[in-house]
């Protein structure tokens, strides 16, 4: 949890939406959906971190969809053939 709530609080940025809304993010987001975003950030791009995490890459770009849906903000920034972490 303590990890997860780091990612949220990764994800969000502002500090006073971290503080407000880390326990609402937590509970909507999977682990899933966190290693994803941790994967991204750390690979640079949503291919490697597919590749890290051996799933798919739709399934990797799916997770940046929900997380991004679940914060209320855009994360990733998005080209023709990538995605990668703002």
Same mark, same amino acid.
């Given at each position: ?27 909507? /987001?999977?682990? !899933? @959906?966190?290693?994803? +975003?941790? $994967? ?8 490697? =971190?597919?590749?890290? /995490?051996?799933? !798919? @890459?739709?399934?990797? +770009?799916? $997770? ?8 209320? =903000? ?13």
């Amino acid at each position: 949890l303590d990890q997860m709530e780091r990612a949220v609080a990764d994800l969000t940025g502002d500090a006073d939406v971290r503080t407000a809304h880390v326990g609402t993010i937590c509970r909507h /987001l999977t682990d !899933s @959906q966190v290693r994803c +975003h941790i $994967a991204i950030a750390h690979c640079g791009s949503a291919a490697e =971190a597919a590749q890290q /995490l051996g799933i !798919s @890459q739709p399934a990797v +770009h799916r $997770a940046a969809r929900q997380i991004e849906q679940t914060v209320g =903000a855009t994360l990733y920034r998005r080209r023709v053939h990538s995605v990668s972490a703002n």
